[in-house]
């Protein structure tokens, strides 16, 4: 039944791709340009405003996918990805040190999977599970952070496996958004085809995951 939905789930996500794509290039009267224009019109300070978003995202549970499409809508697969790189870590730090000092209350509030093996492992093997649930997201990005953070893995540990783990999305959101303002297919196809990719690894190693760590018998 859960894998049903899951693929429910990532047919949904591609549908949604295809709208955006539709809504702003044939429905919308403001072009994709506009809005780029109007970003880049406050000069330097644009980027920084980007990046001081994508940290402080954690703090008000705002969907950082969005503050990615809209950075390569407005500076292209590069910089944008570089912008969508940076902010991604600058979100996934201030969520990690959310979780070290109030990963308490944010348990006590939400039900996050936890359990002995979970926590040993995050605790010997952190950069390994953070690498591995960057990849293959079965918990939300914040989430992820929190738990990090509350279970004490090294921040260099943490760090290093989010740069790696978070590239093939970054890739995605980066080649979509452009793909927007260039109204180009293949560019939404190379968007949709690392979609496809990361839905079926997550499909195929779910359950392989879960009872590595414990969430499932």
């Known amino acids: 039944m859960r894998s049903r939905l899951n693929v429910v789930k990532g047919c ?19 072009h994709p340009k506009e809005i780029q224009e109007f970003i880049t019109s406050f000069g330097w300070i644009s980027p920084v405003i980007f990046l001081v978003a994508y940290t402080l995202a954690p703090f008000i549970y705002f969907p950082s996918s969005l503050l990615s499409i ?3 809508i407005t500076y292209g697969i590069w910089p ?29 509030k939400r039900q996050i999977p936890w359990n002995v093996r979970m926590r040993y492992l ?25 738990l990090s ?3 004490k893995i ?12 978070i590239i093939p999305g970054m890739l995605m959101y980066g080649t979509f ?9 293949l560019l939404l196809w190379i968007a949709i085809a690392f979609l496809f990719i990361l839905s079926a690894a997550g499909f ?8 590595w760590l414990g969430l499932q018998p």
Do not use: C, D
Not at 12 to 30: C, Q
Not at 101 to 108: H, K, Q, V
């Open 12 to 30: 949904l996500f591609v549908a949604a791709l295809i709208g955006l794509y539709y809504l702003f290039n044939v429905r919308l009267s403001i």
């Open 204 to 211: 195929f190693l779910r359950k392989k995951i879960k009872k």
């Open 149 to 151: 953070g509350f279970s």
């Open 122 to 146: 995050m605790e010997n093997r952190g950069f390994l599970v953070v690498l591995v649930l960057r990849l293959i997201p079965l918990m939300g990005f914040s989430m992820l952070s929190y």
């Open 70 to 72: 809209t950075a390569s």
């Open 177 to 185: 958004g452009q793909s927007i303002v260039s109204v180009s297919r």
């Open 80 to 108: 944008g990805i570089l912008y969508i790189w940076t902010g991604a870590l600058g979100g996934a730090t201030s969520g990690y040190f959310i979780g070290r000092f109030m990963g308490r209350t944010i348990f006590s």
């Open 154 to 165: 090294k921040y260099s540990h943490f760090i290093s496996a989010t740069m790696i783990g």
